[in-house]
C-alpha cells in the first residue's frame, strides 16, 4: 500500500513525525504493544499448527511409513479419507497398521503420530505394544494412556480434541469468509451506489437483522437433509454477514467524498475498481474489528449446534459433540471440562485480537496517544 | 415525532411481514411434517391409512402449497388468531402463555441481578482505574464475557449437582420444580422452586454482568474527565456524591437504551440454556416445536420474537429522543 492512499491521517503531525511508516505498518506496531492481544495471536498461531499436524499429533495410521518397496502417507486419511492408498484396502488392513505393516512386510517401516490413539474409534488392547485397551464407560478417566480420559465408547477424548481444533478453526475461518465476502460486496454496493440501491440492500440488512439468528439457522439446516460441516459452514455465513455489511456501508459513504476517491473519478475510473482497488483497502480496518469477532461467534454457534445435536453428522470429533456426549454423562467430568475449555479459550482468543485491532485501528483511540 | 412514529411503525410493519414470509417458507419445506413425524414414533401397527392422511393433512391445510398456507396464515392473524399446535392440539397463544411465565422468571430475576451488582462494579473500577485490584477484576470481567453460556452451564451442573451431591451446596440438576412439589407447603414451594432458579439465573446473569459493568465503567470514564466534574470536586463535592450524582446521571442515556435493547431476550428465554437445565420456557418450546415441525407455534413464536426486536429498537430509539433533549425526529 502507498502513502498516497492514506488520506484520511488522524492527527498530521503524528503522520508526519512517523512519514516513513504506512498505516499498516503503524497499526501493526500499535497492537504488538498489547501483551494480551499478541498472545491471543500466538495461541491463535498455536491452535493452527495443532490443526494442521493433528494426524500426526495424535493418530493409528502411520505419518509416513515404507511398505513393500514404496513409500506411503497414511495419517493423510484424516484430512479427506479418500487420501488413503486403498493398497491398504486391497491388502486388507482394517485399519490396524502397527501389525498387519509387520506382518505382511517384515521389512516394513514407519513413523508414527506422538500418540497412538484414534479421533473416531476405541483402540482395543495389543494394537500398540505396551498400551492397554480403551477403557470404556464411567472407567474412563484422565490415565497415563488417555490424557484427557475416553468417552462412553472408549474414543479417546485426547484425540478427538486435536482433531476437533480442524474443525473449529476451519469453521471459523471458512464461514466468516464467506460471511466477511457477501458483508463486504453488499456493504461497498449500498455505500457507493447510494440511492435506491442502498435503500434497497438496507431494507435487506435490517431484515436479515430481525430474523431471529437460531429460527433462521436451524431451519436453513433441516431443510438440508444431510448437512455436511461445509453446509453449516455455509449457512453461517449466509447468517452472519449483517454487521459487516453495515459497518462497511458506513465507512464507503464516509471515503466517497473524499479527495482521493473523487480524483479517481475524475480520472475516469470504472466504478468497481474505484469501489474494491481504491476504496475498499482504506476501509478493511475496521471491517477487521467485526470479522475477528465473527470468528468467536462462528466457533460459538458451530459447538453450540452439535451440542444441540443440530450439528454435521458423526463420525465428527467437532467441540460441540464432545459436550453433548459430556452432558448426558455428567459423572464423565472430562467429557466437559476439556472440550469446554477448549471452546473458551478459542473464544476469548479471538474476542482478544477483535479488541486489539480495534484500538490499534481505531484513530479516535489513536489520537489518545495511548 | 408524530409522522416519525407513523413511518417507523409502517416500515415495521412491511419488515414484518417478509420476515414472516421468509420463515414460512423455510419451515414448511423442511423435510417430514408434524404428521409424519408424529407417526414415525408411534408403534407401525397405529398407522394411519393414505386417505387419513390425506383428510387430516386437509385439516390443517398442508395440502395447500405454502405461499396460499401463508396468506390464510396472514389472515388468521388479521383476526387475531395465531392458529392450533398441531402436535400438541392446543391453541399457540395458550401455550406461549404456558411457556412465559417460567421464562420471565428467569430473565427478570436475572436482569434485575445484573443492574444490581454491575452499577456498584462500574463505579468501583471507575473511582479504582488502573489499580491492581481493578486490573484483576475486569480481566476476571473479560474472561467471563467470553466464557459461552452452555460452558458454564455444564462446569457448573459437574459442580453442584454432581460432585457436590449428598452435601449442603447440593443444588437440582434439571427442571423448575421437584417431583414431590405439589405436596409442599407454600414455602417449601417457594424454596424449591428458588433452588431450581439458582443455576440458570447465574448463567443468564454472569455475562451480562461483564457486559453492563464494562458498559458503565467506559461511558463514565468518558464522563468523568468532563469539567463539570472537576468544577464539582473543586467546589468540595464528597467522592461518593461526585461519582453517582454528577457523573453517573450522565451516563444514563446509553444505558437506557440498552434498555429498550434487552426487551427481546427478557422473552424470549434461551433456547440453550433452558434445553440444558430442562426449564419449561419460550426457548425450549421453540426448540421442541422445531423438531416437531409444528408450524403454527413456530410461526406464533417467530412473530413474537421479531415483533419484540423491532419494538425494542424503536423504543430505544424513542427512549433516546426523550432522555436527550437534542435529539429530535422531526
Known amino acids: 500500500m502507498t502513502e498516497s492512499q492514506q488520506p484520511d491521517s488522524p492527527s498530521p503531525d503524528r503522520e508526519l513525525a512517523l512519514a516513513s511508516r504506512s498505516f499498516w505498518a503503524e497499526a501493526w506496531r500499535r497492537f504488538g504493544r498489547r501483551k494480551l492481544a499478541m498472545g491471543a495471536l500466538v495461541f491463535v498461531g498455536l491452535l493452527a499448527l495443532v490443526a494442521i499436524f493433528s494426524p500426526a499429533i495424535a493418530g493409528t495410521k502411520p505419518i509416513v511409513c515404507k511398505y513393500k518397496g514404496r513409500l506411503y502417507f497414511p495419517a493423510m486419511a484424516y484430512f479427506n479419507p479418500r487420501w488413503e492408498n486403498e493398497v491398504f484396502y486391497r491388502d486388507k488392513f482394517r485399519k490396524r497398521y502397527p501389525e498387519n505393516l509387520k506382518e505382511k512386510d517384515p521389512d516394513s517401516w514407519a513413523i508414527w503420530p506422538l500418540v497412538y490413539q484414534d479421533p473416531f474409534r476405541r483402540v482395543h488392547a495389543g494394537e500398540w505394544e505396551g498400551q492397554p485397551g480403551n477403557p470404556t464407560g464411567a472407567d474412563g478417566r484422565p490415565s497415563r494412556y488417555n490424557w484427557l480420559g475416553t468417552n462412553q465408547e472408549g474414543v479417546d477424548v485426547f484425540a478427538q480434541l486435536v482433531h476437533g481444533t480442524r474443525i473449529a478453526l476451519l469453521v471459523g475461518f471458512v464461514s466468516t469468509g464467506i460471511a466477511a465476502a457477501i458483508g463486504i460486496a453488499l456493504g461497498a454496493l449500498a455505500g457507493y451506489l447510494g440511492g435506491w440501491v442502498d435503500m434497497l440492500l438496507s431494507r435487506l440488512i435490517e431484515l436479515v437483522m430481525c430474523i431471529p439468528a437460531l429460527v433462521f439457522i436451524l431451519a436453513l439446516i433441516a431443510i438440508l437433509e444431510n448437512p455436511t460441516i461445509w453446509h453449516l459452514m455455509a449457512v453461517l455465513g449466509i447468517t452472519g454477514w449483517t454487521g459487516i455489511a453495515r459497518l462497511t456501508r458506513g465507512e464507503f459513504i464516509k471515503l466517497s467524498k473524499t479527495e482521493f476517491v473523487v480524483a479517481a473519478q475524475a480520472l475516469g475510473a470504472g466504478r468497481f475498481r474505484i469501489m474494491f482497488r481504491h476504496m475498499l483497502p482504506n476501509a478493511l480496518a475496521p471491517v477487521l474489528v467485526p470479522i475477528s469477532f465473527g470468528i468467536a461467534s462462528a466457533i460459538l454457534i458451530e459447538s453450540a449446534l452439535s451440542f444441540l445435536g443440530f450439528g454435521a453428522p458423526p463420525p465428527n470429533p467437532s467441540w460441540g459433540t464432545l459436550l453433548n456426549a459430556g452432558r448426558s454423562n455428567l459423572q464423565m467430568w472430562w467429557l466437559i471440562v476439556f472440550p469446554g475449555t477448549a471452546i473458551f479459550l478459542t473464544v476469548l482468543t479471538y474476542n482478544l485480537i477483535g479488541e486489539g485491532l480495534q484500538e490499534a485501528t481505531d484513530p479516535r483511540l489513536r489520537e489518545a496517544g495511548k | 415525532m408524530f409522522s416519525y412514529l407513523v413511518r417507523r411503525l409502517l416500515l415495521g410493519l412491511l419488515t414484518l411481514v417478509l420476515i414472516t414470509f421468509v420463515i414460512f417458507g423455510l419451515v414448511r419445506n423442511m423435510p417430514g411434517t408434524p404428521l409424519t ?8 401397527s397405529r398407522r394411519i391409512s393414505e386417505e387419513d392422511l390425506k383428510r387430516m393433512e386437509k385439516a390443517y391445510g398442508l395440502d395447500k402449497p405454502w405461499p396460499e398456507a401463508y396468506v390464510k396464515w396472514l389472515g388468521n392473524l388479521a383476526q387475531l388468531d ?12 395458550r401455550l406461549i402463555a404456558q411457556r412465559i411465565g417460567p421464562t420471565l422468571l428467569l430473565s427478570v430475576s436475572s436482569i434485575f441481578l445484573a ?3 454491575a452499577v456498584p462494579m462500574g463505579f ?11 486490573r484483576a477484576v475486569s480481566t476476571v470481567l473479560y474472561m467471563l464475557y467470553a466464557m459461552p453460556t452452555y460452558v458454564a452451564a455444564l462446569f457448573l451442573l459437574v459442580l453442584f449437582a454432581v460432585r457436590l451431591q449428598g452435601t449442603a451446596l447440593e443444588l437440582p440438576l434439571f427442571g423448575m420444580v421437584s417431583d414431590n412439589y405439589q405436596d409442599l407447603s ?7 422452586v428458588l433452588k431450581h432458579m439458582v443455576l440458570p439465573v447465574t448463567c443468564y446473569t454472569y455475562a451480562s454482568l461483564a457486559f453492563y459493568s464494562r458498559f458503565v465503567k467506559s461511558n463514565m470514564e468518558e464522563v468523568i474527565r468532563q469539567d463539570y466534574i472537576r468544577t464539582a470536586r473543586a467546589k468540595g463535592v464528597g467522592p461518593v456524591r461526585v461519582i453517582v450524582h454528577h457523573a453517573f446521571r450522565n451516563t444514563l442515556i446509553p444505558f437506557v437504551t440498552l434498555v429498550g435493547l434487552t426487551l427481546p431476550a427478557l422473552l424470549s428465554g434461551s433456547v ?23 408450524y403454527p407455534t413456530i410461526m406464533g413464536l417467530t412473530l413474537m420474537f421479531s415483533v419484540l426486536v423491532l419494538l425494542g429498537q424503536l423504543l430505544a430509539d424513542i427512549l433516546y429522543a426523550v432522555v436527550d433533549p437534542r435529539v429530535t425526529y422531526s
Open chain 2, 272 to 294: 440453550i440454556l433452558e434445553q440444558i437445565f430442562t426449564w419449561p420456557g419460550m426457548g425450549r418450546l421453540f426448540f421442541e416445536a422445531i423438531s416437531e415441525r409444528d
Open chain 2, 115 to 117: 443492574y444490581l451488582l
Open chain 2, 82 to 93: 395465531l392458529g392450533r399446535s398441531i402436535s400438541r392440539k392446543q391453541p399457540v397463544t
Open chain 2, 186 to 192: 407454600a414455602a417449601g414451594r417457594f424454596w424449591d
Open chain 2, 37 to 44: 413425524l408424529a407417526l414415525a414414533e408411534v408403534d407401525p
Open chain 2, 124 to 134: 468501583y473500577s471507575t473511582v479504582r482505574s488502573g489499580k491492581h485490584d481493578e
